[in-house]
């Protein structure tokens, strides 16, 4: 009863987001049987996959109190130059791949810097981040899909037994990082960070080091996301950077519980969210719901989240400031009986 009461906040926020899941989940389990196979399913965690790989990332950047909005922008730039690399030059697979890391580490490097080092807003220098990968991927692909080799789509694309490899990745990257952020130091400092950066500096944890490390997590997973997504397309596509990717990477880490203000989150729920939004977009599909009301209902979806975030955090506030009060109030009643 206790722990009811005291966890009575953050119970009814989670239950705000699961019941209605849970209601939508019995109504597709009735109108849409087919939808629980196992073939949509694995369909639905191949398409999730990339996304979801990028949204683990975006876990620590969010924790960490920053945003990242150029993951898709510098994917598709990295898909772009590796598409090259291997068409162009007699490197291969392997030069593709290299091309491929260096371009997503360098990116997330210079995003790291920008923000650690020139104290740039996080938004504007990964908005910038993202306007100049978008424009680089342009001028080299000329706007068009830059084909990728079969053999090197086997290594994003193709299957372990009944499994696609894209799932594996997803689930082994999912496991590694949920351990780093939950299980060491590094991960207790993420989180010092995004709860007071200024204290954090006191405590002897290096501010800018921390992000600069931060971001470049985040470039090893828009690698891993490019690999993926760019062999599942067999190519290096526009696509791959489309508006509303940003969009789709921050909700599904907010639906995963983590905190658009910094502090509190795990890579854990992540992977639930990245799937819930996918199962989201595949069931509005089915119904034949537009691209521009899908776009328009995820960005309600995030609002209604987040809000409902922030009035847990005010309510937490206002109780903190009350026992405040009355143990203050206490203290004076027991001096003046003195």
């Given amino acids: 009863m206790n722990y009811l009461s005291k966890h009575k906040d953050a119970i009814l926020r989670k239950g705000a987001i699961i019941v209605p899941l849970l209601i939508l989940a019995i109504f597709l389990a009735i109108k849409m049987p087919l939808f629980y196979e196992w073939e949509n399913i694995r369909n639905l965690l191949v398409q999730t996959s990339g996304i979801a790989v990028m949204a683990f990332g975006i876990t620590f950047v969010l924790?960490?109190?920053?945003?990242?909005?150029?993951?898709?922008?510098?994917?598709?730039?990295?898909?772009?130059?590796?598409?090259?690399?291997?068409?162009?030059?007699?490197?291969?697979?392997?030069?593709?791949?290299?091309?491929?890391?260096?371009?997503?580490?360098?990116?997330?490097?210079?995003?790291?810097?920008a923000v650690a080092k020139f104290k740039m807003l996080p938004f504007i220098a990964t908005l910038a981040m993202q306007i100049v990968a978008k424009g680089i991927a342009t001028l080299l692909s000329?706007?068009?899909?830059?084909?990728?080799?079969?053999?090197?789509?086997?290594?994003?694309?193709?299957?372990?037994?009944?499994?696609?490899?894209?799932?594996?990745?997803?689930?082994?990257?999912?496991?590694?990082?949920?351990?780093?952020l939950s299980r060491t130091a590094f991960g207790r400092q993420v989180y010092t960070i995004g709860i007071n950066g200024a204290a954090s500096e006191n405590c002897g944890i290096s501010l800018s080091r921390m992000q600069i490390k931060i971001y470049l997590i985040g470039g090893i997973c828009v690698f891993f996301a490019s690999v993926i997504i760019s062999s599942?397309?067999?190519?290096?596509?526009?696509?791959?950077?489309?508006?509303?990717?940003?969009?789709?990477?921050?909700?599904?880490?907010?639906?995963?519980?983590?905190?658009?203000?910094?502090?509190?989150?795990?890579?854990?729920?992540?992977?639930?969210?990245?799937?819930?939004?996918?199962?989201?977009?595949?069931?509005?599909?089915?119904?034949?719901?537009?691209?521009?009301?899908?776009?328009?209902?995820?960005?309600l979806l995030i609002i209604g989240v987040t809000s409902l975030e922030a009035f847990g955090r005010a309510n937490?506030?206002?109780?903190?400031?009350?026992?405040?009060?009355?143990?203050?109030?206490?203290t004076i009643g027991g001096v003046e009986q003195s």
Wanted: glycine content about 10%; aromatic content about 6%.
């Fill in 142 to 180: 000329k706007g068009y899909a830059v084909p990728i080799p079969a053999a090197f789509c086997e290594i994003g694309n193709g299957r372990i037994g009944p499994v696609p490899v894209s799932i594996i990745y997803m689930i082994l990257i999912w496991i590694v990082l949920h351990l780093l």
């Fill in 232 to 299: 599942r397309l067999q190519s290096s596509a526009p696509a791959m950077a489309a508006e509303t990717a940003p969009l789709d990477i921050i909700c599904s880490a907010v639906l995963g519980g983590v905190s658009i203000n910094g502090g509190s989150g795990k890579v854990f729920g992540v992977l639930f969210g990245a799937i819930i939004l996918m199962a989201f977009q595949n069931i509005l599909n089915l119904f034949s719901v537009d691209a521009y009301t899908i776009m328009m209902l995820k960005g």
């Fill in 316 to 330: 937490e506030k206002v109780k903190k400031v009350q026992k405040s009060k009355r143990r203050h109030n206490g």
């Fill in 63 to 113: 924790i960490s109190g920053c945003i990242d909005l150029s993951m898709p922008a510098i994917m598709w730039l990295s898909a772009t130059v590796a598409a090259i690399v291997m068409r162009d030059t007699g490197l291969g697979i392997a030069g593709g791949l290299l091309a491929m890391l260096a371009v997503s580490m360098l990116c997330a490097l210079i995003n790291g810097i």
